[in-house]
């Protein structure tokens, strides 16, 4: 039997729809955890996808760092994990 | 980066690998060239307008004028079924990339002065194809060990490939674990990676080695855990997963 723990992926998997969002390569940005202070590029977030939309979670604590579904042609982003993002000035 | 911009690719050849894996090369009308390890989203429409999208790993090295991917079948998979299956050379296919800038290798810089040690389950060889690729179509000296577990010898992708690269002698190792079936004579490993294998075949913790592991969640987790625990640094160690189904 598989374990749903086995079918998460990871943040490599949504680079493009991060990159669509954002306008940018967003894998190696770095996130600080709202519920354990982790810091972690986004590329080794969990993730998990359904048909409602994708998880990105905390590897170390499990905190939802962001929730995004797509309504009615509008991205909907929450962010209640969500410390910090960290990302490079030279790489605009 | 440049805005990600869904384009139209024509199917210009499909090989098969295994038998459920094809190599698919792709001619696209706008390619920014990748980086080894890279990959991109491949949409699917139907006539009533469902869309089904999915990532998949370059399997070329940049170097290459087409863009080759190489799909796994999975069962009730509903984008790579499509792939396998039915998809024709001539056939147009949307997709979106190059995307990624974590899972990436470029071979120069201090990687070019780090020994390159790449594990792969199954299917997630194909971005670290595309590395072993770059790799040896630059003349990289930069030493290189893959470490591949598969279930059964017939499961290995680019076999011959791989194998023909060992013989170069330009220090680039293959080592098979086959943990389901192994065929007579077979002196490679047989069972599925763990620690004691890890030890005896990745560089030294000193040697600092650029480790990329990719493959099923479980074994990536696993071989990440034992990795560091044998005391390689988490930064040198860059993970891709994906899970056994949802294709």
Known sequence: ?92 | MQQLKWQIGTVAEKIKETDVAYSIGIQLPEWTRHKAGQQVDVRLTAEDGYQAQRSYSIASPPEDKRVWLTVERLEDGEVSTYLTDELRVGDLLELRGPIGGYFIWNGNGNEANAPLFLVAGGSGVVPLMAMIRHRAKNGIKTPAKLLYSAKTPDDIIYRDELDSLQKTGDGFEVIYALTREQPENWTGYKRRIDRSMLEETIYKPAEKPDIFLCGPTPLVESVADLLQQSGHAPDKIKTERFGPTGG
């Open chain 1, 1 to 92: 039997m598989i374990n749903a723990d086995d079918l998460r992926l990871d943040g490599n998997a949504v680079g493009g729809l991060l990159g669509e969002i954002f306008g940018r390569e967003m894998s190696t940005v770095r996130v600080v955890c709202a519920g354990c202070a982790a810091v972690k590029p986004i590329a080794a977030l969990m993730v998990h996808r359904h048909g409602m939309g994708t998880i990105l979670r905390c590897e170390g604590c499990d905190e939802m760092i962001m929730c995004i579904t797509l309504i009615y042609g509008k991205y909907r982003l929450s962010c209640s994990g969500l410390y910090a993002l960290e990302l490079n000035a030279e790489t605009h």
